[in-house]
């Protein structure tokens, strides 16, 4: 059976297709095209309309039509929290986490798919169920589903990018330690925590790559385009340009790595049994030149860059271009993950 998971990211669409046979996955496509001047978020009719036109058009150069797919809805525009309910079960749990849901959702519930999953126990919190808890508004997701459906694909899913970037980057079957996975996106970063098989925390900053680019612009006097260049050759090498670019980016990849770190401080702070042994990088600003040598140092931890074709048995015909493949990688986690999501 095909799948396609399809990644409609605020700056780049990444699509993914996939073939299962039983235990098998083999890859069968990729594709990317860069969104521009395309806002699929937007009420406006007329943007409606042009990002319908523009996926349309993806989907028939790349031969996707009629494809049956899971998409992404954005980790950052969606209210994902994990409950502690210490000593419930059964019923008196259900009850409660009803309860809970309506106490914190920030949008009415009526106006929102709810979800929650109960979650395997984990060892740092023995004592208490962790529940964990997605509320995504109604408009966004018919948004979303309106577009990919107008322009010729078939719904099979819709799910969270951090779901989807967990699926790409653990090996689900076997003990992980505790990671943190970054998704350095155009607009966002979305930080989580995955441990003993589960998601266990989230948080989003709104500081993601355009952020790194305008720093660097304005810092050295440069047009954006010219600065996103510079900071795709050059990054956090202080060896390149006198370390000019690294010194003008260094401050905003500041501000999301003291995200992460306190991710990590507020965690173990709570899981002081299951600390946090590694950092996974993944999203297109993930790719800049030095990440992982500044992070390590920065955070004082391991630090790897995600490498989402790990989780398939074949690369199929593009077997010959692995090293290819794996740069790009960080820039496919999520489509990867969306296309390897079981059939339900
Ligand atoms: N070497 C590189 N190759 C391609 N893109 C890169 C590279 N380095 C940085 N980028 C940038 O990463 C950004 C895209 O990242 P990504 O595709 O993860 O964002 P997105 O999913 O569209 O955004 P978001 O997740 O915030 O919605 C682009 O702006 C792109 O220019
Ligand atoms: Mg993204």
């Known amino acids: 059976m095909n799948q396609l998971g399809l990644d409609l990211g605020s700056s780049v669409i990444k699509a993914v297709e996939v073939q299962r046979e039983k235990s098998n996955t083999s890859l069968l496509k990729i594709a990317k095209a860069d969104t521009t001047g395309i806002n699929i978020l937007s009420s406006s009719e007329a943007d409606i309309k042009k990002a319908i036109t523009f996926v349309t058009d993806f989907v028939m150069q790349n031969q996707l039509l009629g494809k049956y797919v899971t998409v992404s809805i954005p980790q950052a525009l969606i209210f994902t929290k994990i409950l502690s309910f210490p000593d419930l079960k059964g019923k008196d749990l259900e009850k409660a986490i009803e309860f809970e849901m309506v106490q914190e959702s920030p949008i009415p519930l009526e106006d929102a798919s709810k979800n929650y999953q109960i ?21 966004l997701t018919k948004k979303i589903l309106n577009i990919v459906k107008s322009s010729g694909l078939q719904i099979q899913a819709i799910e969270p990018t951090s779901t ?38 989230t948080r989003s900053v709104s500081t993601g790559f355009e ?108 077997a010959d271009r692995q090293k290819e493949l794996e740069d790009i990688g960080p820039l496919f986690t999520t489509a990867v993950g969306l296309g390897l999501k079981p059939a339900s």
Do not use: H
């Open 119 to 139: 979650l395997p126990s984990n060892a740092g919190k023995s004592d208490s169920t962790e529940v964990l808890v997605v509320i995504a508004p109604n408009m």
């Open 164 to 201: 989807a970037n967990i699926r790409a980057i653990m090996d689900e079957e076997r003990e992980n330690p505790t990671t943190i996975i970054a998704d350095i996106g155009e607009k966002n970063t979305d930080i989580l925590i995955y441990s003993d098989f589960a998601l266990r925390f």
């Open 211 to 318: 952020s790194v680019v305008k720093a660097a612009a304005q810092d050295l006097n440069l047009e954006k385009v010219q600065a996103a260049e510079y900071v795709k050759s050059y990054g956090l090498l202080s060896d390149k340009l006198n370390g000019k670019i690294k010194d003008a980016v260094s401050p905003i990849m500041g501000v999301i790595l003291n995200e992460i770190k306190r991710s990590i401080t507020f965690y173990e702070s709570r899981n002081s049994s299951n600390l946090v042994k590694r950092v996974v990088f993944c999203g297109g600003g993930s790719l800049i030149p030095g990440l992982v040598v500044y992070s390590a140092n920065y955070l004082n931890t391991e630090v790897q860059i995600a490498n989402p074709w790990n989780r398939l048995t074949s690369l199929g015909k593009y």
